[in-house]
């Protein structure tokens, strides 16, 4: 019966989206990238939001695609505009979202969160929608004309039944605002972003408050990137943390001065840690050291794998579900090395094995015929093979 009771309720949230207008989101995605409409006139303003989901949310939507807003009997809703992300062909989950949206100034609700089911047709996609409550959760909010409101970043924690009740972080002080404001950046690709921040929620988090609320937010870790490096099990997650295992002992956390997801951690021979997360960033941390963070020159994808080599060099492969890039950092103690682009494969970037040679990276076709093609790099001379074969690779 609640199980009914909650598909009536999301069906009709559905309905009701198609009843109420769509903010603009001063945001249009083109080949070149995510353009972004910073004028304003009259008394328009800005808001930028991020909200990171622990989980998946359902088994048909990982994230929240749409936020709903209320000003003054009028009802709206801004959508998600990070990069799309076909889920279903990598195993990558994308779970992050983002929005930015030109409002008319004034005080606003955040009345709940949504997500549109896949599926062809309007009455299964309605039928397979997620929709949350969170107007009791947040406070108000208010945008000023010509300025920005950065709202900083959600973390919603799903509901695991019979063992776990949402819950739902706001992170509104220095490091959900600058996480916002840089995902932001890193999605537009925007060097001229001029727009000064105004308006907002009616209280920011001081930096020890939000800290208080990190911390909580991060025991909700649900989801690992998981690496064997030599009989010790690393693993990525979610909100900069990292894991570490060696036989039957519990996990031991770490974490890095960061919101953003780690999907992928490695050691090299010399005992430095590398981790990857996303807009091709990594986090470098020698033996007992404090974590630095580079970029990949202009990569915008995540880093879903890193292979150190003998000689101290690394390969960080990074990419999205369409096209996957490898690059080489010949030394890490080196920070005025630019990494080198190696090369760039049509296919996923985490359908990889690995053995003492090479990496293998598989690519499944779609269709009924039910082909791959499996490219080995050779992890030495960095020279690439492509092979068919007539079957496809669900897992190494």
Known sequence: MRELKLSVLALLGAVLLFLVGCAN????????????????????????????????ISLLNPKWQSVHISSNGRRDEIVDITRHSNWLMSKR???????????????YEVTGLGSIGPGPGLLLALLASDQASVNRKLPGFKVEAGRL????????????ENEQPEEL????????KKAALETLLAEANHPEFSLKEGGGWGKTATAEDEAKALSLARQHVSMLHLRDTGGVLMAGSHLGQ?????????????????????????????GITVAGSDYGKYFVKGSGGTWQTYRLGSEVKPITHIE??????????????????LWLKKSLEDVNEAPTLIT?????PDHILVNDKSIFMARNIPGISRETVINRVDKMSLSVASQNEKFWVIEW
Do not use: C, H
């Open 25 to 56: 989101t001063s945001a249009r995605r083109t080949d070149a990238g995510l353009e972004l409409d910073i004028s304003a006139k009259g008394d328009e303003g800005f808001v930028v939001l991020k909200v990171i989901s622990m989980r998946p």
């Open 93 to 107: 989950v994308p779970t992050e979202s983002l929005y930015f949206a030109k409002l008319s100034a004034g005080q």
């Open 344 to 348: 760039t494969l049509p296919g996923p």
């Open 308 to 325: 150190p080599r003998p000689d101290g060099s690394i390969i960080f492969i990074a990419g999205d579900y369409q096209q996957s890039k």
């Open 149 to 160: 409101a950065n709202l900083g970043t959600i973390v919603f924690s799903p509901e695991i």
């Open 242 to 270: 990292i894991f570490s295992r060696s036989g039957p002992q519990n996990w031991v956390r770490e974490s890095i001065d960061t919101i953003s997801t780690v999907f992928s951690v490695a050691s090299t021979p010399a």
């Open 169 to 176: 972080f706001l992170l509104n002080g220095p490091v959900g």
